[in-house]
């Protein structure tokens, strides 16, 4: 399953009563605000509408649910780290990563993390990254680096290197996801061994 044949926006979910309770495996797309998670979905998908997005950061309050080819669940979390955002607000979207990593009843085939390779592999990255090893494995994450456009070859390996020393043991895809550069390589990813 290396293409993706189609995608279907299921719901919006605020709460464990909310998600889905069918047999279907989820892949799961975390990070912090604005890095670029919806609009990797759109690119990811083939569709430029799919997972909302928007330049201001921290809109996606909601975890989105989307069928993938009928056969998995994608779903995009709202994005952690916004610090204008209100306090309650940051609060409930960290509860709402927190119990969505940790619910039982999800079969998680991968845990997609969406960093900002200009950026790097920040403090609340790593931080996410030690809360989702506390409960998966380093075969089931995957770290996709977006925003590789704008940087020079030179820089994009710099920034590389760096992210992957912080993230030992951890498969890294460059992709830009407003140019579609490391499409492939990243659906590759996502989708290796399932
Ligand atoms: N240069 C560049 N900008 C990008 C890329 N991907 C996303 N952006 C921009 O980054 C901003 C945030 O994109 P979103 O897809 O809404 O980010 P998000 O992570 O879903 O944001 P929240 O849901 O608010 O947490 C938008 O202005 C996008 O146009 C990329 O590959 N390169
Ligand atoms: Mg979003």
Redesign the pocket.
């Known amino acids: 399953m290396h293409a993706i044949t189609s995608a279907e926006f299921v719901k919006g979910v605020v709460d464990p009563e909310g998600l889905p309770r069918d047999t279907l495996p989820y892949i799961a797309f975390l ?1 912090r ?8 979905l759109n690119m990811l998908t083939g569709n430029g509408s799919l997972a909302r ?3 201001r ?4 309050t909601e975890i989105n649910m989307f069928r993938i080819n009928k056969r998995v669940y994608f779903a995009d979390l ?2 952690y780290g ?1 610090a204008k955002q209100p306090e309650p607000l940051r609060l409930h979207i960290e509860d709402m990563i927190a119990w969505y990593i940790a619910d039982r009843y999800i079969t998680h085939l991968r845990l997609v993390m ?1 960093i900002d390779l200009r950026v790097g592999a920040t403090d609340l990255d790593k931080k996410m990254m030690a809360d989702l090893l506390a409960t998966h494995e380093a075969e089931q994450i995957l770290v996709l680096a ?2 590789a ?2 940087l020079k070859q030179s820089e994009l390996a710099k920034q590389l290197r760096e992210v992957q020393t912080a993230f030992p043991g951890i498969s890294v895809v460059p992709i ?4 579609g550069t490391g499409k492939k390589e990243a659906l590759m990813a996502i989708f290796a061994g399932l």
């Open positions: 990070g605000s604005n890095v670029g998670k919806s609009s990797t997005k928007s330049s950061p921290g809109k996606t709202p994005g916004y969406i977006n925003k456009d704008g830009s996801a407003r140019k």
